[in-house]
């Protein structure tokens, strides 16, 4: 199994589509608090690309693993939730539930009267 940031590419940037993410051993992760997971920030994830495009703007998620209930956390933006097949299978993932974080939302998903209250 893997940890780490991803995002998700509806169309090709600079080379990339579909899924792009820093894959993380398990073994090789960080422990943050009762989870395992990978310090890689999106944004430094992101300027591997090598684009203009601003990171903010691609639907993006995180995989965790949750050492207290022995399975993944997948943080996700909605808009990609489809597409968690796909995320299971790139992060070689087993047991899992699907969590939503305001960190993982793009401006597409951003539920702006919510974000006022």
Known sequence: M???PFFYFE???????GIYAALVALEKSEQIADKLGASLSHQELF???????D???IPRGR???????????IYIDRCIETRIKEIIKAFEIDKFR?????????????D???MWQ
């Not at 300027?47 to 495009?53: G, P, Q, S, W, Y």
């Not at 995989?63 to 956390?73: M, P, Q, R, W």
């Not at 960190?103 to 951003?110: A, D, E």
């Open 2 to 4: 893997f940890v780490g």
């Open 11 to 17: 169309e090709a940037v600079a080379g990339q589509g």
């Open 47 to 53: 300027d591997r690309l090598n684009t203009d495009i």
């Open 55 to 57: 990171y903010i703007n």
């Open 63 to 73: 995989v965790v693993y949750d050492t207290v209930k022995k399975e993944a956390v």
């Open 98 to 110: 699907i969590e939503y974080d305001e960190h993982y939302v793009c401006p597409g998903c951003w």
């Open 112 to 114: 702006l009267d919510a």
